[in-house]
C-alpha cells in the first residue's frame, strides 16, 4: 500500500508513547470481558511487548496502524530448540493484507536460519479461528494438545503452553483463557482448504467464541517460509 512502511524494533526500546498507540489499536479490535479491567490488561499488555524481541510497528503516512509482536529466542528446555512466541498481531482493516510486517518477520526467521541451519525452529502461540485458518494455509501441519500424547511435539508444545499460559491454560479442555471475546467471524471461508481448517478448529475448540484460544505448534523451515511469501504475492 502507497505510504506503508513496517520498522522492526525491540520490545524495550518502545517508548510511551508508541505502546499507547499500539494499545489504543488493539483495544479497536477486541472486546475485554466483563471480569477483566482496562488497568489490568494494559498491565499484561505492556508486559508482552517489552519482552518481545521482535516487534514490527506498521505506518501509513507517518500514522501508526498495526503491530505485530513476537519473542525469538533459544530455549534448552526440554529440548534445544529456536521458538518464535507469537504475542500479538493487530493491524487496521483497511491497511491489512499488503504483507509488509509479515516480510519483515521472514527476514528475521531468513536470517535464523541461515545463521543456524541445523537448528529447529518452532513458532508458538494461542489462536483463535481466523488465525488458526491462516496458519494453516502455508504450514504442513499445526501441532496442537490434542495429538499423540507421546509425540514429541506435543510435548513440547504442552511445556511451552504450561510456561507461558499458567493458570490460564485447561488441560482438560486443551485451550487457554483469555482476557477478551474475539470478533464475530462471520466470513466464508472460499478455499475447501480453509473450510477444512476452519472445521478442524471447531471440532477441538468449540467454546472459542467465549474467549478460549488453542495452543499451536509449527514447525519453521525454508519451505514454510517460502510458502508464507506466495501467500503475500
Known sequence: MPGSRAELTRGEDLTDDTLDALYAIRATQVRLKGEVST????????????RSTHVCVLTNLGRTVGFVCADLRR????????LMHFQYAFIEPE??????????????VMGRLARHPRSE????????????????AYADEIVTLHGPSGDPRVQLLEHLTRAHEGERWSSERGTVWMPTIPPVCGREWSRADDREAAARYESLNPSWREGYSLP???????KTVLSSLRQLT
Open 75 to 82: 530455549i534448552h528446555e526440554p529440548r534445544d530448540v529456536w
Open 95 to 108: 491497511h491489512r493484507g499488503g504483507g509488509d510486517y509479515a516480510r519483515v518477520y521472514l527476514r528475521a
Open 216 to 222: 499451536i505448534l509449527v514447525r519453521v523451515d525454508m
Open 39 to 50: 488497568e489490568r490488561d494494559r498491565v499484561g499488555f505492556d508486559a508482552a511487548m517489552r
Open 121 to 136: 525452529l518452532y513458532y508458538y502461540g494461542v489462536a483463535y479461528l481466523p488465525s488458526f485458518v491462516r496458519t494453516s
